[in-house]
């Protein structure tokens, strides 16, 4: 990020707006749309196991990650942690004029994150097994049968259940979510942001500010906190995910009726940066970014009734999008629900970042970012350095290394074609690239530029 410029710095330094480490000086416009990053990390995906089978390197040993053995799937994915992050700039523009610069993007942004316990997963997968028999009060087989638990269950027994029945809701499902932490959170943002150059001596400083408006399409969460569990959802009506508070019983009101009709949830952000530039060769920067909340009109869950029945969503064990999506459904866990606004902290970043140019063919570049881990979608901190070759005019390619909190390290690469100094932009970057030489590697991603105009 620290080679942003234009609108692309918009959430990470604004004051980037005008001064772009990647394009020509004299650049005075730019536009884009339909450029996309995604990414997929867990430590599941530093497992050379995990490898071995994506890349069909097991010779058909029994024991590999891919079999169809409900239990291998909960020693893979229980006890680690998952996310999904994805970002796509629908539309996007920048313009500076003598020592102003000015840009807006409109963006959604996805995010995902999962740690699963081992009983929380052998629920999702199969709905029992011998280390969590003690949690029902009885089981539930496919043919719609009612088994009393007597704990002495042979393994082909326990795999023909289906789900659990107690008498103890909320007790017994926070001891079985246990150290689980599901979350999710999907929005648009509109963002503005404005940004102002100072000559001083032998330097420039470009300082800038930006202001983001955020509409939200969906927002779940589950954890164990100080005071029990927390469950909190609020969902679109796109996401097809029935109100609980209404079939619970709940009497919404005419606004919350109309709720699912429009954004569940408004917020803002603001961010602060500024840059300082040596003659064009050097660079420093940092910025304090994601000043702000969000507010969410959805669901407090719980799961309170005298007597419970729970069946586990997933069809298929063996596709971990299945599990993932049947735990981040409210209706898997709860019952009942009452209508609650919440106010969620976006959680304030600190980045810094630096460059130096080495003639026209290199660039170097760093960052670093801290954050706080407890919130969602932050690493806490990331350490990242990047080497920008240009070995011709209409080609560019970066390598470089990045570390993000306690995760191991990812090696990014890209490659953008473009038609000279200024003109047309397209490329292409993976997040990681490491797997093609180790035997495994955290994350699975890539960032695309499917159309962009630099003028």
């Given at each position: ?16 707006l ?20 995604a ?11 995990v ?5 069909s ?28 992050n994805?970002?796509v ?22 995010q ?9 997963l052998?629920?999702?997968v ?26 002495d ?7 023909g259940?289906?789900?659990g ?5 909320d ?25 102002k ?17 955020l ?25 097809n ?27 803002w952000a ?14 420093a920067?940092a ?16 799961l309170?009734?005298l007597?419970s029945?729970w069946?586990?969503?997933?069809t ?14 409210p209706n ?23 460059g ?10 760093a960052?670093?970012?801290f ?41 990014p690469?890209?490659?953008?074609i473009?038609?000279?100094k200024k ?6 970057q993976?997040?990681d ?19 962009r105009?630099?003028?």
């Amino acid at each position: 990020m620290a080679l942003s410029g234009d609108y692309r710095s918009l959430g990470w330094n604004p004051g980037h707006l005008k001064f772009s480490p990647l394009l020509e000086p004299n650049w005075k416009s730019a536009a884009g749309g339909i450029e996309i990053g995604a990414r997929v990390s867990s430590s599941v995906l530093e497992r050379e196991d995990v490898w071995d089978g994506i890349w069909s390197r097991t010779d058909g040993e029994t024991d590999a990650w891919d079999t169809n053995e409900w239990s291998d799937y909960v020693d893979l994915l229980s006890n680690e942690h998952f996310a999904v992050n994805a970002d796509v700039v629908s539309a996007a523009w920048a313009k500076k004029w003598n020592t102003w610069g000015v840009a807006y993007s409109n963006t959604q942004h996805l995010q995902a994150e999962a740690f699963f316990s081992d009983e929380t997963l052998g629920l999702l997968v199969q709905g029992g097994a011998p280390q969590w028999t003690s949690w029902f009060d009885a089981f539930v087989t496919a043919s719609g049968d009612t088994v009393p638990n007597t704990e002495d269950f042979s393994a082909e027994d326990l795999l023909g259940f289906i789900g659990g029945v107690n008498f103890d809701g909320d007790a017994v499902l926070s001891q079985i979510l246990a150290d689980t932490r599901l979350g999710f959170s999907w929005h648009r943002s509109h963002c503005v942001g404005l940004s102002k150059a100072w000559q001083l001596g032998t330097v420039r400083l470009h300082t800038g500010a930006s202001g983001r408006l955020l509409l939200g399409n969906g927002y779940f969460s589950i954890q164990n906190t100080g005071d029990g569990l927390d469950a909190f959802g609020a969902f679109s009506n796109g996401f097809n995910v029935a109100s609980i508070a209404a079939l619970s019983g709940g009497i919404p009101t005419e606004f919350e009726q109309l709720r699912l009709w429009g954004p569940v949830g408004q917020g803002w952000a603001m961010d602060f940066g500024a840059v300082v530039e040596w003659e064009n060769k050097a660079w420093a920067s940092a910025s304090l970014t994601d000043i702000g909340t969000m507010e969410w009109r959805g669901e407090r869950y719980s799961l309170n009734t005298l007597f419970s029945e729970w069946t586990t969503p997933v069809t298929d064990p063996t596709n971990i999008l299945d599990v993932v999506i049947g735990a981040m459904d409210p209706n898997t866990w709860f019952e009942t629900a009452e209508y609650e606004t919440r106010s969620v902290p976006h959680g304030i970043a600190f980045q810094l970042g630096g460059g130096l140019k080495l003639g026209r063919l290199l660039i170097l570049a760093a960052e670093a970012s801290f954050d706080n881990p407890e919130l969602m979608g932050n690493p806490g901190t990331r350490f990242g350095a990047t080497a920008v070759v240009t070995p011709f005019r209409f080609l560019r390619a970066d390598i470089g290394i990045s570390k993000w909190g306690d995760e191991t390290s990812r090696v990014p690469a890209g490659l953008m074609i473009k038609t000279g100094k200024k003109g047309f932009e397209c490329g292409i970057q993976a997040s990681d690239v490491q797997a093609l030489w180790k035997p495994s590697q955290p994350e699975v991603g890539f960032r695309m530029v499917a159309m962009r105009w630099v003028w």
